[in-house]
């Protein structure tokens, strides 16, 4: 299992996948994610200090990943984290939670101090297909009220069911109202949704200029990051 790795193509940063509870929702229909979870903090917490002690601060920017929210890490994580942001001069944070912590992206935001870009799985804005198929249990009611605590979704595309409609409104959204975003390629995996390969074949011909765009990271295959496996 990758933990640590650069991101050089869009903004650049170090990226950390970092070992976490599972998941307080752990109910997307769509996830498999809970192999790299733990119960066991001892465990959590010593492998962690080994991945953030690799952190050099080259680029001032880090992006800090596990298979759950970032609430989902340890506490004494959550210190080292910090700790490693004052020491290696550290501007700008990437971290990740779900819709069900919205209540709480101020207090991580206050936590750290500094810049800290809020990513959320939404997977796409057609509430149908995001909260009744993919049962993702993110439940905004507009932009409006996503934007208020986080800063950037993360959507995926070439879903058996997902349609070109679904797709073009999803783009049309990311680039109109958010700045930073992150489009992944779905992959196959243990669970019974499936990958729609025509519907990825016409996404990468259509969105040729999205995904070379900067502001948007691009995952055609989950580990493009650099980490996991
Ligand atoms: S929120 Fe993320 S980790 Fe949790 S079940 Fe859904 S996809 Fe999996």
């Given at each position: 299992?990758?933990?640590?790795s650069?991101?050089?193509?869009?903004?650049?940063?170090?990226?950390?996948?970092?070992?976490?509870?599972?998941?307080l929702?752990?109910?997307?229909?769509f996830?498999?994610?809970?192999e790299?979870?733990?119960?066991?903090?001892?465990?959590?917490?010593?492998i962690?200090?080994?991945?953030?002690?690799?952190?050099t601060?080259?680029?001032?920017v880090?992006?800090?990943?596990d298979?759950?929210?970032?609430?989902e890490?340890p506490?004494?994580?959550?210190?080292?984290?910090k700790?490693?942001?004052?020491?290696?001069?550290?501007?700008?944070?990437?971290?990740e939670s779900?819709w069900?912590y919205?209540?709480?992206?101020?207090?991580?935001?206050?936590?750290?101090?500094i810049?800290?870009?809020v990513?959320i799985?939404?997977?796409?804005f057609d509430?149908e297909?995001?909260?009744?198929?993919?049962n993702?249990?993110a439940?905004?009611?507009s932009?409006?009220?996503?934007k208020?605590?986080?800063?950037s979704p993360?959507l995926m595309?070439?879903?058996?069911g997902q349609?070109?409609?679904?797709?073009?409104?999803?783009?049309d959204?990311?680039?109109h109202?958010?700045?930073?975003?992150?489009?992944?390629?779905?992959?196959?995996?243990?669970?019974?949704?499936?990958?729609d390969?025509a519907l990825?074949?016409?996404?990468?011909?259509?969105?040729?200029?999205?995904?070379?765009?900067?502001g948007?990271?691009?995952?055609?295959?989950?580990?493009?990051?650099g980490?996991?496996?």
């Amino acid at each position: 299992m990758e933990r640590y790795s650069h991101i050089t193509n869009k903004t650049k940063r170090e990226i950390v996948l970092l070992k976490a509870r599972p998941c307080l929702w752990s109910k997307c229909t769509f996830c498999d994610y809970i192999e790299d979870n733990s119960t066991c903090t001892k465990e959590m917490i010593d492998i962690n200090n080994q991945v953030l002690d690799l952190i050099t601060g080259e680029y001032g920017v880090l992006e800090v990943i596990d298979s759950a929210s970032i609430f989902e890490l340890p506490k004494d994580t959550l210190l080292k984290i910090k700790e490693i942001i004052d020491k290696k001069h550290i501007h700008t944070l990437f971290i990740e939670s779900h819709w069900i912590y919205h209540k709480r992206i101020q207090e991580i935001r206050d936590f750290f101090g500094i810049k800290t870009i809020v990513k959320i799985g939404v997977e796409t804005f057609d509430d149908e297909f995001r909260n009744g198929y993919l049962n993702k249990n993110a439940t905004f009611q507009s932009i409006q009220e996503l934007k208020q605590y986080f800063d950037s979704p993360c959507l995926m595309v070439g879903i058996q069911g997902q349609t070109k409609e679904m797709i073009i409104k999803d783009m049309d959204i990311l680039t109109h109202f958010f700045e930073h975003g992150t489009i992944s390629i779905y992959r196959n995996n243990s669970t019974s949704v499936k990958r729609d390969d025509a519907l990825i074949n016409w996404f990468m011909h259509k969105y040729h200029y999205l995904i070379e765009d900067t502001g948007y990271d691009f995952l055609y295959d989950p580990t493009d990051f650099g980490v996991g496996n």
